[in-house]
């Protein structure tokens, strides 16, 4: 908490620092947090009938409401809220086309960007809004300024703003580039210290009994607060960055290897803000020091199962190798030692040295263990445990299990596409009509037109001119010409993983390989923007160890803990799979799945077994399931099971070996025939 307090108020001195991004569990009054800062900014003058809040001292050139006339008024700083169903239009403003077009008149609505000019932009949950959304809102945040642009109709205006986003990790991650656009990025769990638990409870009780009277007690406290923003505000330009901080803000961002150089500018502008904070004019290495603390940690990751984190060990050496002693114009001696060793201000939230970016393995390597049965055994619980002696064990009792194993190394694979065309949310995998993508037709508008077709406009409305009296060079056109764009581009998907976790599976060096194909499938699904959730089954039955979710990080860490051993319910999972995918179809209609079935095709539990796992995957077919199986068998002698299952399910059945993009032949692009697809 201190830490965020910290950024925000660092952001509020110096908004060319850009933003913080607030990532903690839930619970942890992220939104309270942000949403009393902008009762500390200072208030400001805003140009009289100016709907983009000019500053009547240097007002936009380019703003709409232009030109200005001389009066002016002075409000607070606004803080604007953007909800995580908001669309393009809302966010930017929209253009009335109709009238563009009939009349020539642009009648522009203003957006949220207007609104949040010389303000507080807050997006909760920002990992939830769609990625074209959040590439809006953080080239905005970047340019300071925003562009609505209809069939050559063009409006801009100022849009600088503090930009303040909040998520939970467990929720999904933002994507390395959008990251990478926030200046700050703070780390906060909540303490679980019991007084300061007691202490937060009484405080909310408090307020909930008199709400007036429990601001009032911390009204002076607020006003101070401003006043020291205000103060350090006056003073931040004639802040001094000296070389000596210079090199050391540049020396740390090459050493922790950071993508470009935003993270260097970002460190810079920072560390000025802190010196100004704490009524300073020159830099001092304790403020690059917490500055590489809170632009840093989030830079370092390389992929989605990295956690953010920073080694501190490293900062300080870095810190202490390209420290120079200079002259003590300052009284300061916390930041010139040599070691560069400042007081210990390593708040909470640091990540720790685990940032090292690497291999999404865990560190519990094999077990001392290892299983003498062939991969082929069709039910052996392989586990050296006195307990696991009889081959089957006996129906109702616990599953012998082996310890998990690490997953192998993750790399690029096939890309698997759902069948036919979608209308779900955009991203990377299927083909849809979405709001992005190439045209491919026209069509009459469905609610207000944003996206039109001016060819197909102008077709509609020609043959009726003559009808309509035309006279002149301009068009007469009714609402009833006007056509919109319809665009294919793609969308993302739900993956549903049902994975095999029973003895037959439970062969050390093969378990290692399907987990490592599981986490690049991980890694796949990541990267097109897909939200995945995971059945495993083992023993007496199977389990939802994933609920549908956009975090990947969760599902990595799922597999990585995942258990092997006992008995092989193959019908219980594909029948699990059946029931998530009802459900979401409920909550989702419009995300299209795709199921991804990793096993060997064996299934015990009587002579039925395989004859019960065929019709449960009669009812996903049965469904238009697109659906892929990895078939995990191996050894010399091979059944064959998991590719009849395949084609029980209308799926593709790929090996281990064929996942890999670099494999032999393109594999498929449908998984199904033609034939089927029309019957789906």
Same mark, same amino acid.
């Given at each position: ?137 953080? $080239? ?28 939970? @990790? ?233 310890? @998990? ?75 009833? $010409? ?199």
């Amino acid at each position: 908490m201190a830490d965020l307090r910290l950024s925000l108020l660092l952001n509020a001195v110096s908004p060319a620092v850009g933003g913080v991004l607030v990532r903690g569990e839930k619970g942890t009054a992220k939104s309270t947090m942000v949403r009393a800062l902008a009762g500390l900014l200072p208030s400001i003058a805003v140009a009289e009938q100016c709907r983009f809040a000019c500053d009547p001292a240097a007002p936009d050139p380019q703003c709409p409401d232009a030109p200005h006339g001389a009066g002016s008024h002075e409000r607070p700083a606004r803080l604007v809220e953007l909800p995580v169903g908001v669309t393009e239009d809302r966010i930017v403003g929209s253009l009335d086309l109709e009238q563009a077009l009939a009349q020539g008149v642009k009648a522009y609505e203003p957006g949220l960007l207007a609104q949040a000019h010389r303000g507080v932009l807050y997006i909760d949950e920002v990992n939830l809004l769609q990625d074209h959304v959040v590439d809006l809102l953080l $080239d905005a945040a970047a340019m300071g300024r925003s562009y609505v642009e209809r069939e050559g109709v063009s409006v801009r205006h100022a849009a600088r703003f503090l930009l303040v986003g909040t998520m939970n @990790p467990e929720e999904g991650e933002l994507r390395p580039q959008l990251l990478d656009r926030f200046g700050l990025t703070v780390e906060i769990a909540a303490t679980r210290e019991p007084a300061e638990r007691a202490e937060v409870v009484r405080r909310r009780l408090a307020y909930d009994a008199d709400p007036a009277g429990f601001a009032a007690g911390y009204r002076a406290d607020e006003r101070a607060l401003a006043e020291q923003i205000a103060r350090a505000r006056e003073l931040l330009p004639a802040v001094e960055l000296g070389d000596a901080a210079l090199r050391q803000i540049t020396a740390v961002c090459a050493a922790f290897e950071v993508d470009g150089l935003r993270a260097d500018i970002v460190m810079a502008r920072t560390a000025v803000a802190l010196a100004a904070w704490a009524g300073r004019t020159r830099v001092l290495e304790e403020d690059v020091r917490k500055a590489a603390q809170l632009a840093l940690p989030h830079r370092r990751r390389r992929n989605p199962f990295d956690a953010p984190g920073l080694d501190e060990e490293q900062l300080d050496r870095t810190l202490s190798e390209h420290s120079e002693p200079e002259e003590p114009t300052e009284p300061e001696p916390d930041g010139d030692g040599p070691d560069g060793d400042g007081p210990g201000d390593g708040g909470p939230g640091d990540g720790g040295p685990d940032g090292g970016g690497g291999a999404p393995e865990p560190a519990s390597a094999d077990a001392p263990s290892a299983d003498p049965a062939g991969p082929d055994a069709p039910d052996a619980p392989e586990t050296s445990s006195p307990e696991a002696a009889p081959r089957l064990p006996k129906p109702g009792g616990p599953a012998p299990e082996s310890s @998990p194993v690490a997953a192998g190394e993750a790399y690029r694979t096939r890309l698997f596409k759902v069948p036919g065309t979608g209308h779900g949310a955009r991203g990377r995998r299927s083909p849809a009509e979405t709001d992005g993508g190439h045209t491919i037709r026209a069509r009459r508008p469905h609610g207000a037109l944003t996206r039109l077709h001016l060819s197909a406009t102008l077709q509609a409305a020609a043959p009726q001119q003559l009808a309509r009296g035309r006279s002149g060079r301009a068009l007469v056109l009714r609402t009833d $010409d006007f056509r919109e764009q319809v665009r294919k581009g793609r969308e993302s998907n739900l993956v549903l993983f049902v994975v095999d976790a029973s003895g037959s599976m439970a062969a050390r060096q093969r378990m290692t390989a399907v987990k490592g194909a599981v986490l690049s499938l991980l890694m796949d699904a990541y990267q097109r923007r897909d939200k995945i959730g995971m059945i495993t089954f083992r023993g007496g039955g199977a389990e939802l160890a994933l609920p549908p979710t956009s975090s990947v990080e969760v599902g990595a860490a799922r597999l990585e803990q995942l258990p092997t051993g006992g008995r092989t319910p193959l019908a219980a999972g594909l029948l699990r799979a059946h029931e998530v995918l009802r459900l979401e179809r409920v909550r989702d209609p419009l995300r299209r799945p795709l199921l991804v079935v990793v096993t060997d095709g064996r299934a015990t539990g009587g002579r039925g077994a395989l004859a019960e796992a065929g019709r449960a995957a009669g009812l996903l077919a049965a469904q238009g399931t697109a659906a892929v199986v990895l078939d995990c068998e191996s050894g010399p002698v091979r059944l064959g099971l998991a590719r009849t299952l395949a084609g029980q399910l209308n799926a593709t059945a790929v090996t281990l070996d064929e996942l890999r993009a670099e494999g032999v032949a393109a594999l498929v692009h449908a998984h199904r025939s033609p034939s089927q697809r029309k019957a789906a």
